[in-house]
């Protein structure tokens, strides 16, 4: 199987599920409307549900395309472990644990008002993102091991974990229901503004990994061998972490902490490709995690009952695509 004409083919294909995002909806808008729309011939009725509505939402499902698989082919080629994903080092956790101080605790002091701030909920995940990314940063210079990080990104999750349990015991009913909202991730309601600034993280994130892929190819080789070609691997880690950071955090700020991408995206294509070559998987992973992402995000418009959340979707069709892979592929390229 020759990689680059497939791969010009899922390019392909992402952009026609591009355009599609745009035409589904509970107004579906063909084609030629789009055209139109994009050539500004079309009314305003129709430009504004395009420009303000399905287009934010198609460019923030490619950003979170973009943004967790790559994290998390980062962090499973870092930690050599197939079910390492964007959450494992508490980031995601952490967020949640930001978003559940300010729903939770701002009624109690009475800055409730501020809840309706669209930019509130962001920064609070993006806070909480931050500092876990501070506290495994500090740490990651005191533990040579990369298992024992890891353990301790679980020990932040659990923490943080903890903390949101406890907030939500005494929490009011009409609270609890926000942030469980809130937990289900959705890819629609930022404005053009927040999809900006979303997209500078992710990218100085992508740029970052960027220096990472020849590191991270000698390291399959092992740490001796990355060291004789001059790789610090301290250093590496460290960009890894930082870029890894940049990208989860973004992706649970603006949309919520949304599963599955990051996890089985770089199990797909290492399925599919069968190879250990780190730069051809990078693109892979790449453009399969926007597919998959505009993907879902149609999926979600299609029932009639009404829009579902991101999570349910990614859920259902992530986890049988996981499971089967490992089930079907016990000797996984790595």
């Known amino acids: 199987m020759k990689e680059k004409p497939l791969f010009f083919v899922l390019i392909a294909l992402t952009i026609l599920l591009f355009l599609a995002s745009l035409s589904v909806g509970k107004v579906a808008i063909s084609f030629s409307e789009i055209y139109q729309v994009f050539c500004g011939n079309a009314d305003e009725m129709l430009h504004n549900l395009v420009f303000n509505f399905r287009l934010p939402k198609s460019l923030t499902a490619l950003l979170v395309g973009i943004s967790l698989p790559i994290s998390g082919f980062l962090m499973q080629e870092l930690f050599k472990n197939p079910l390492a994903e964007p959450s494992v080092l508490g980031i995601t956790s952490m967020a949640s644990l930001g978003v559940a101080i300010v729903i939770f605790m701002f009624s109690i002091v009475g800055l409730e008002e501020y809840l309706n701030n669209p930019w509130m909920i962001i920064f609070a995940s993006f806070f909480g993102s931050i500092v876990a990314l501070v506290l495994i940063i500090s740490l990651s210079f005191r533990i040579k091991s990369s298992a024992s990080l890891v353990i301790i990104g679980f020990m932040?999750?659990?923490?943080?974990?903890?903390?949101?349990?406890?907030?939500?015991?005494?929490?009011?009913?009409?609270?609890?229901?926000?942030?469980?909202?809130?937990?289900?991730?959705?890819?629609?309601g930022?404005?053009?503004?927040?999809?900006?600034?979303?997209?500078?993280?992710?990218f100085s994130g992508i740029i970052l990994s960027l220096f990472t892929l020849k590191g991270i190819t000698a390291l399959l080789l092992g740490e001796k061998y990355a060291q004789s070609l001059g790789i610090n691997i301290k250093k590496m880690r460290l960009i890894i972490l930082i870029s890894t950071a940049l990208l989860?955090?973004?992706?649970?700020?603006?949309?919520?902490?949304?599963?599955?991408?990051?996890?089985?995206?770089?199990?797909?294509?290492?399925?599919?490709?069968?190879?250990?070559n780190m730069k051809v998987l990078y693109r892979w992973v790449f453009v399969t995690g926007i597919f998959f992402m505009l993907l879902f995000s149609i999926l979600t418009e299609i029932f009639p009952f009404g829009t579902l959340p991101i999570n349910i979707i990614t859920a259902l069709f992530g986890a049988p695509i996981v499971i089967s892979i490992l089930l079907n592929n016990k000797n996984e390229v790595r």
């Open 248 to 276: 989860t955090a973004s992706a649970t700020a603006f949309s919520g902490p949304i599963s599955f991408v990051g996890l089985a995206i770089p199990h797909i294509c290492r399925t599919l490709l069968k190879t250990g």
């Open 156 to 188: 932040i999750a659990g923490l943080a974990a903890a903390l949101i349990g406890i907030m939500q015991y005494f929490a009011p009913s009409e609270k609890i229901k926000s942030y469980l909202v809130w937990g289900f991730g959705s890819l629609s």
């Open 190 to 202: 930022l404005s053009w503004e927040q999809v900006g600034i979303f997209a500078l993280f992710v």
